[in-house]
């Protein structure tokens, strides 16, 4: 069953987000590296260790970054580890980004998940203007969290690409958190984990074994 996208930034270790594996202990997750096609081919590992950040809020998905170390590596040749950017990195309003995922991409049918991978470009949003917009809201933006989308809508992130990459200038910069009740909502850019904030913990985590 597909649950949500992860990143692979080493042999044996997938980011993903904190929501995914929250509360899901009893559940054997695995990862599946190297297909564009939903539930078929590639490789399948299981996952031998989650460790979610422990500020994680799962009311307000701040600090939404989960590890995950893998039993073996990852060896398919098509399934590389992506850079993350640096702790320090400047994540520039107007930035073009990149998403991928097995999402939904059709509201009418919001949890069925997409046959083949998409992928969709999309800018980094002002992060005051993301704020605001969503202060009327039951979540809020903070400082571990960056913003991207069109104003006007239309492109986004849905239900079933949790977890997934933000790509900025080639690195892993983001993680698909969350939205507005329905996606690609004009005025509410979708929200991601901030890579370069949470850096520090991620680097923390591999760095033990």
Known sequence: ?????????????????????????LIKFAVRAGSSIYFTGGQVVPVKKITEHPKFNRTTLDYDVS??????????????????????????????????????????????PSHDLQMVQIPVADSRVCKEAYGNTSKHVSERMICAGYAEGGKDACFGDSGGPLIVDGKLTGIVSFGYEYCAAPNYPGVYSSVPVLKEFIDSVVKQV
């Open 1 to 25: 069953m597909h649950l949500c996208g992860g990143t692979l930034i080493g042999k044996k270790w997938v980011i993903t987000a904190a929501h995914c594996t929250y509360g899901n202990r």
């Open 67 to 112: 590890v995950l170390e893998l039993s073996e590596d990852i060896t398919i040749e098509n399934a590389l580890p992506i850079e993350m950017a640096d702790a320090d990195a400047e994540v520039k309003t107007g930035s073009i980004g990149t998403i991928t995922g097995w999402g939904s991409v059709s509201m009418e049918d919001k949890y069925k």
